[in-house]
């Protein structure tokens, strides 16, 4: 396979994977900070998971890993055409300082890292789950996918590529988002962790309920807590829940215990990488846009 063979073909994927959006090849658009024409090998536009985005990509045809050198400079390429995300795609594979560079880069821009061999299973990477005026733009971490389908008590749910969202909450990994807004009913987050408390001890018969150290945001507080319980038995709960001045966006983490590192490392490095925003409506009530 050629260079340009191996464009094409990654163009083709993202083009089934998004058919309603617009896909270009090998386009040019002018940087914001360099005031010059950047080539860009795939450029995704257009409304992804129902909101405007644009998603840039890079095809690196190597014959040698992909370094931390490479993946500063797409990050500079993605500033410059103030992209929403980018996805670099290598056929040869990368460094572990290039994948810890992509993946715990603390800029908003998003950056993932994948083996071409890997390709098909990118499906469900983002979404944009909302609740009334409040929104989140949520991505899956590394290995796994985002499902934007409803449940009854959720809006969005992360589990393991490759798994059935009930293989994935019966034998595997299993997280799940929803919002809490602030009114009289439910005024802060002391009130939604006591009722929740409350449920868990109505559930189980001495549950043991614990908050936990974890990562830090400048826009909100971040609490972790952890339930568990002998009815639980190889199963344990972790709950992340953001506090916002209007809202609290919480993600439930139910896992194996042989699983629940690792897990809990996924659980964060979502809440780390979720941006707020606000959902603008149309005169019908209809989500067309979104306010960071």
């Known amino acids: ?5 191996y464009e ?6 993202f083009q089934r994977l998004f058919p309603d959006t617009s896909i270009q090849h090998d386009v040019r658009r ?10 860009i090998d795939i450029l995704i536009e257009g409304r992804v998971a129902g909101f405007d985005l644009k998603i840039i990509v890079d095809c690196k045809y190597f014959n040698k890993n992909v370094d931390v050198k490479d993946v ?7 500033q ?3 992209a929403s995300k980018g996805i670099l795609i290598t056929n040869k594979g990368y460094s572990r300082a290039a994948y810890n560079r992509a993946t715990f880069d603390s800029q908003d821009i998003e950056l993932r890292i994948i083996d071409f061999g890997d390709l098909e299973k990118l499906q469900g990477f983002l979404a944009i789950p909302y609740s009334k005026s409040e929104c989140a733009i949520v991505s899956s971490p590394p290995g796994w996918v985002v499902d ?3 449940g009854k008590k959720y809006l969005a749910s ?6 059935t969202q009930t293989e994935a909450f019966h034998t595997a990994g299993f997280i799940y988002l929803a919002f809490s807004h602030k009114d009289k009913d439910w005024p802060d987050l002391p009130a939604l962790l006591a009722k929740q408390n409350e449920g868990a001890k109505r559930h189980y018969k001495n549950p043991k309920i614990e908050y936990l150290d974890t990562i830090k945001r400048d826009d909100c ?5 952890v339930i568990d319980a002998q009815e639980m038995r190889d199963s344990i709960e972790y709950t992340m829940f953001l506090d916002y001045p209007s809202v609290i966006i919480y993600m439930t983490l139910l896992t194996n215990r042989r699983d629940e590192k690792d897990c809990l490392k996924k659980l964060e490095w979502i809440a780390e990488k979720l941006i707020k925003g606000n959902v603008i409506f149309d005169k019908n009530a209809y989500p067309i846009n979104v306010q960071m």
């Open 80 to 82: 410059d055409l103030k």
């Open 8 to 13: 094409t073909y990654i163009t083709r994927h």
């Open 221 to 225: 507080t971040l609490t972790l807590r």
């Open 1 to 5: 396979m050629s260079w340009k063979e």
């Open 148 to 150: 934007a389908k409803r």
């Open 30 to 39: 002018e940087g914001l900070i360099s005031k010059t024409q950047r080539q």
């Open 72 to 78: 500063e400079s797409f990050l500079s390429f993605l």
């Open 158 to 163: 992360f589990y393991p590529a490759g798994l």
